[in-house]
């Protein structure tokens, strides 16, 4: 991975670091979120990492540190995340944590030519880990994601109707989650018990694989 990539001038300009994907390489689990949180764009590591420094510097900052917390504690739940683990560098067994683009923006999202550019990255991760269950965080990755990955028409992918399901899809099953600081008390604890039984089931077994 490309830890100098200028392959976007603009979010050049703004970032602090390229951040590429962060865990478990040999997971199951795979989440992709939308764009590193500042938390994540000062330490490196995508959708569990809250802001390192306290404070927010833009629009959506307090949203996205308690995005990465409530992730974070849905992890933990799962005994997916060490509790003890330090805040920047998380323990994380079975998952894989990545983005659809690298680098941020404070002030915007990523644009839809930012996201394309940055496509290559994630799919080469996805070759990489070669996982089981797709988890895509957000309206922007479910897009994505289910797109690309599913043969579901995109009017039926949309939140909150498929929350806490699972797709069956072209070579992965999906997961999808709301992100978490939209998500109410009774939509975490749905997500966190279907996907509790998710993990207990033969689901290695009942995914078809496509040639990629």
Not at 73 to 95: F, G, I
Not at 135 to 152: F, K, M, S
Not at 164 to 175: D, E, K, N, P, S
Request: aromatic share 6%.
């Amino acid at each position: 991975m490309d830890e100098e990539c200028r392959n976007c001038p603009a979010l050049c300009e703004t970032r602090t670091q390229v951040v590429h994907g962060y865990g478990d390489v040999g997971a199951d689990f795979l989440f992709v979120g939308e764009r590193p949180s500042k938390g994540a764009d000062e330490v490196g590591v995508p959708l569990v990492t809250g802001e390192a420094s306290g404070g927010t510097d833009d629009a959506d900052g307090g949203e996205r540190a308690g995005a990465a917390a409530g992730l974070r504690r849905v992890l933990e739940r799962l005994a997916l995340c060490d509790a003890r683990s330090p805040v920047d560098r998380p323990k994380l067994e079975n998952v894989y944590l990545t983005n659809l683009t690298r680098c941020r923006d404070p002030e915007r999202p990523p644009t839809d030519e930012e996201i394309d550019t940055c496509e290559p990255y994630l799919n080469a991760e996805i070759r990489m880990i070669n996982p089981e269950v797709l988890i895509p965080v957000g309206e922007r990755a479910l897009a994505e994601i289910g797109t690309e990955y599913t043969t579901t028409s995109s009017s039926d992918l949309s939140f909150p109707d498929v929350h806490a399901t699972t797709i069956r899809g072209r070579g992965f099953a999906l997961v999808p989650m709301l992100e978490p600081h939209e998500q109410t008390d009774e939509q975490t604890q749905a997500w966190v018990e279907h996907f509790a039984e998710l993990m207990a089931s033969d689901y290695r077994q009942t995914k078809g694989r496509r040639q990629r």
